[in-house]
């Protein structure tokens, strides 16, 4: 049973570029959730989305950033026209249900470098 | 808001010997979750331990057990018997009883295991 999918592993990106992440949950899981891992801290919380319906955005930058979860297919964060700021890890965790009792399980990241 | 901090940024044990990691949290609800979290290089996040607050019994997955205080709102680890794999960077994190996927962590701790 494959584990969550993540890719690309690394990412390299000009400034003004667009960055696109791609997040595959565990098979049977339909709640996806993005972190942001910058830099010596923790993970932050940005976007809870369930097939076709964003949940929680309240992480989420007001501008330049969106994701999507569409009915067939991966997860897609993405980041529009990037800034050095934007470097950092990208997780995704994905669970069977939004509650307590449904665990979360993470991808191994995204690291995103922008030049 | 809920917030997680863990006052130790490195931690070092001598293999085969103790280790306590700290974290203090803050929240006004009464029913969640605390989990640590441990982060290696390959930039995985690999759920150690997990400890629900309304439980009075103190987690332990073998060599790995935590010391809940929920009035003191404090959930530190102890690594017994530390191994050089559990070199990593270790991170606590608070989830809400709802909405599993918006936790919040900590900054992490480094770990360092001396041979």
């Known amino acids: 049973n494959a584990g969550v999918m993540q890719n690309p592993r690394h990412l390299v990106r000009r400034r003004g570029q667009e960055a696109r992440l791609r997040c595959s949950p565990m098979?049977?899981?339909?709640?996806v959730y993005w972190y942001r891992q910058l830099p010596e801290e923790g993970l932050k919380f940005m976007v809870y989305?369930?097939?076709?319906?964003?949940?929680?955005e309240s992480g989420m930058p007001k501008e330049r950033f969106s994701a999507e979860f569409p009915k067939e297919g991966p997860s897609i964060l993405r980041i529009q026209q990037v800034v050095r700021g934007d470097s950092a890890a990208y997780f995704c965790?994905?669970?069977?249900?939004?509650?307590?009792?449904?665990?979360?399980?993470f991808g191994n990241g995204t690291r995103l470098t922008v030049t | 808001a809920q917030t997680v901090t863990q006052s130790q940024p490195e931690m070092s044990v001598q293999e085969a010997e103790t280790v306590t990691l700290s974290c203090t949290y803050d929240?006004?609800?009464?029913?969640?979750?605390l989990f640590w979290y441990k982060q290696p290089p390959s930039r995985q996040m690999i759920l150690v331990i997990r400890?629900?607050?309304?439980?009075?019994q103190n987690a332990t997955e073998n060599r790995f057990s935590v010391n809940f205080q929920k009035a003191a709102k404090s959930f530190s680890l102890k690594i017994s018997d530390s191994q050089l794999g559990d070199a990593a960077m270790y991170f606590c994190?608070?989830?809400?009883?709802?909405?599993?996927?918006?936790?919040?962590f900590g900054d992490g701790t480094t770990l360092t295991v001396k041979p």
């Open positions: 965790a994905s669970s069977t249900g939004g509650s307590y009792n449904s665990p979360l399980h």
């Open positions: 400890q629900e607050a309304y439980k009075q």
């Open positions: 989305l369930q097939k076709e319906n964003i949940i929680d």
């Open positions: 929240t006004s609800e009464s029913d969640y979750y």
């Open positions: 994190a608070y989830q809400p009883y709802t909405n599993a996927g918006k936790s919040t």
């Open positions: 098979k049977g899981h339909s709640h």
